[in-house]
């Protein structure tokens, strides 16, 4: 059985829906982020700040193809992680793609009072344009996966069940 990566935009829930999900499917679960987080030991804002951002990416692909080796498993992915050419094959070339299309105004308001680790966002003034914008970019990633949820404000415990009930079936 292929594993199962979740992916979309930053407040789509990924980390919590990919946990909850692995819990029902009694599937190990990974959560890039802190995968990277744990394996550079400092946290994704200061890999950004001291490193930059060409270097997360780097460890993004490290870390995706690390885990290419062992399956079934659930891995949530950072916001970006899929978004290039190369990231993208190696994402759909491995797993099960499963998409959290968020509305964009719940998107936003969710992430109102919840930017200050997320370093793309968390100092600007100009975070909702500039997300709106990232969004726009980057949905020829997102729409290309397996499955697409479209949701709306559902809580996680709903989510998860709407997959299980519609997408594994
Ligand atoms: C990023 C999203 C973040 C994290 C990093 C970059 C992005 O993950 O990987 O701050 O490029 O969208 P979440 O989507 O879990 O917030």
């Avoid at 987080?37 to 994704?44: D, L, P």
């Avoid at 930059?52 to 992680?81: C, D, H, M, N």
């Avoid at 919840?114 to 709106?132: C, G, T, V």
């Amino acid at each position: 059985m292929k594993s199962i990566a979740i992916i979309g935009p930053m407040g789509s829930g990924k980390s919590t829906v990919g946990h909850l999900l692995s819990q029902r499917l009694n599937w190990p679960w990974v959560d890039l982020d802190e995968w990277i987080e744990m394996h550079e030991k400092r946290s994704v804002q200061k890999i950004f700040q001291e490193s930059g951002e060409e270097y997360f990416r780097k460890l993004e692909e490290e870390q995706i193809t690390l885990w290419t080796e062992q399956s079934p498993l659930v891995i949530s992915l950072g916001g970006g992680a899929p978004c290039s050419p190369d990231r993208w094959n190696l994402v759909q070339e491995n797993y099960f793609t499963l998409y959290l299309q968020v509305r964009e105004s719940v998107l936003l308001a969710r992430l109102e009072n919840d930017r200050s680790d997320r370093p793309l966002i968390a100092d600007r003034d100009d975070w909702k344009e500039f997300y709106l914008d990232l969004l726009s970019q980057r949905k020829s990633y997102y729409e290309k996966a397996d499955w697409i949820l479209d949701l709306d404000n559902e809580n996680p415990e709903e989510v998860v069940q709407r997959i299980l009930d519609h997408v594994l079936q």
